[in-house]
Each structure stands twice: as structure tokens, then as C-alpha cells.
């Protein structure tokens, strides 16, 4: 019989995680977080173009857009946000866009790549709870990425998700 710390010892030594343990508590976060220290958010959104006969505005990003907080890489966090989801099944959304507020990505430009994170979760999230804003846990990444709705910086691994309660 092999007991649980022979288990716990071997998975230790064969698993590279270095921001995580079994057990951990996750690292509460915010959106400002997702910025690199020193980078305020003013010097990241410029003035950008006004459509006045479309009624949009598009962002123009400097380089800091993209600048992302390294020290994020491999963190067990927890994070608020909202679902623009990728695909929908019956048993809810497994891949979607985290954002920091209702309608970032769909109706308004996107919010600059260190705004934007990409979650995937094994378990679906149900679809009629889509709204609802999120906590999402797990161990982010950071990873510049193209999608069809905007340039993101982060992803995250879930293994859990709640709603979040103001």
C-alpha cells in the first residue's frame, strides 16, 4: 500500500509549479494588477480617431499596451471579470474572454492587451449565467494572443468559478 505522503513527495518532484501548491490559497487580484508596476494606466490609451457619423471611438494603444506583469506568470490567482464567450454548448462556455467590465470586446473597441484574458475551464460555465460577473481561480499565464475581438495578454487555466458577489 502506498501511502499519501510517498504520493505527495513524488508528484512534488515531477510537477513544476512554481507559484503553487496543493491546497494553496490563490493570489486575489484586481485589473490593475495586470499592468506592469511603474506603467500607468493614462500612458497606455492615447487620444485615438472619432467616427462621429458611426458613433465609435477607436483607441489608439502606445507600446505599454502590451507590457504585461511577469510576475504573473505562473501565479494560482483569483480574479473578477466578465464572459464573452468563444463557443457555447448546451452545457455552458468552456473557452472565453475574461474582461473588466459588461460589454469590453463587444460593443465599445477592446480594452488594451493587459485588460484582456483568455480562460479556458474543463468544467462549462452555465450559459444563462453569462451576465453574471465571475471569480475565476486558477494559474494565469502570461501569453500575447490574437483573437477576432481584440489582442490579449494573459490566460488562465480555471479549475474553479463562482459568481462574483459585490
Known amino acids: 500500500m502506498v501511502n499519501r505522503r510517498t504520493v505527495m513527495m513524488g508528484l ?3 510537477v513544476t509549479a512554481p507559484h503553487m501548491a496543493f ?5 486575489e ?15 497606455i490609451i492615447g487620444e485615438g480617431d472619432l467616427d462621429m457619423e458611426n458613433d465609435t471611438w477607436s483607441p489608439v494603444y502606445d507600446a505599454n499596451a502590451t507590457k504585461l ?3 504573473l506568470n505562473g501565479a494560482f490567482i483569483k480574479m473578477p471579470g466578465f ?9 455552458g462556455v468552456t473557452d472565453f474572454m475574461l474582461v473588466p467590465y459588461v460589454g469590453a470586446c463587444i460593443h465599445t473597441p477592446p480594452p488594451p492587451a493587459n485588460q484582456l484574458v483568455m480562460v479556458s475551464t474543463k468544467t462549462p460555465w452555465p450559459g444563462d449565467m453569462l451576465w453574471d460577473p465571475v471569480w475565476v481561480t486558477g494559474t494565469m499565464r502570461t501569453q500575447l494572443q490574437s483573437t ?6 494573459y490566460s488562465i487555466s480555471a479549475n ?3 459568481v462574483y458577489v459585490w
Open 12 to 14: 512534488a518532484g515531477s
Open 23 to 27: 491546497g494553496a490559497t490563490p493570489r
Open 29 to 43: 487580484i484586481m485589473w490593475e494588477d495586470l499592468i506592469p508596476p511603474g506603467v500607468p494606466y493614462s500612458e
Open 69 to 71: 506583469n511577469e510576475a
Open 83 to 91: 464572459i464573452i464567450p468563444f463557443e457555447i454548448s448546451s452545457d
Open 148 to 153: 477576432n475581438l481584440g489582442q490579449t495578454g
Open 160 to 162: 474553479e468559478m463562482e
